[in-house]
């Protein structure tokens, strides 16, 4: 049990949240699936800086990783409602407006 | 790393991927948001293990805290519609999207997976509120500062965004 476990925990749940993003078409599942990625990252910070605890450096990136990530979400669910409101659907296969 | 340690750390990455397969397998919007809730609370869990109190605690907070609760009213305002319907179509880009990832996946973990630091003894002070804090003020004071601007910019670029048109 040492870090080489953590790291592949973090890859299995990036993978988890990348195969999400790509094969649902929900866009609140989508941005569900940008959080579970963005979580496996803080997971690989953490851990490596466990392993090396001379300084903070990783938490300290975990810690802006968190305050972006809402950030993100922030703007993610607004423009999810004002795609809501024109489309009626949260379906991202007819999110067609700019394609021709 | 201790006994204990171990079996946090294999309870929490059990909930942790049933969490995360619940969030993109369920086909309800507010089952996911739950998914999503168990993953984040287990992997606060699994930050206990790596010495990280304070982010143990901010994940809580910012995460299972705003994040899904965030989620949970957009499902609650949008209704019925925030359910889409079953896949239907391009199957064969979608298998091949999840077989790619499979692939980077496997390869990723199974040579990560050796990689071995030895765990060396933590100093004083390391990840508790103290230690982080001082880390934040004495090295990254600006970004977090800047922090605060981000996130009045995004306040601000939400309610622009997302505000209904009048005109």
Known sequence: MGIGTYLALASVLFGIGA?????????????MSIELMLNSVNVLLLAFNRAYPGNHDGQLFAFFVIAVAAAELVIGLSILIAYYRIKKTLDTDDATLLKY | MTIPGATMFVVTAIFAIAGGLITIWSTRPLRAAIGLLIHIVSLSGMFLT?????MA???LLVYAGAVVVLFVFVIMLIGPAAEVGPIEGRLASRTLSIAMVVAVVLALSTSVAYFDAPWVEVPDGFGT?????MAIYQQAAVPFEIISIT???????????????TE
């Open chain 1, 19 to 31: 195969s999400g993003f790509l094969v649902r078409r929900n866009m609140l599942i989508q941005l």
């Open chain 2, 129 to 133: 509120v103290q230690g982080l804090g």
């Open chain 2, 151 to 165: 996130l009045l910019v995004a306040i601000i670029g939400a309610i622009a965004v997302a505000r209904s048109r």
């Open chain 2, 57 to 59: 605690v901010l994940q």
């Open chain 2, 50 to 54: 790596l010495n990280a109190h304070l």
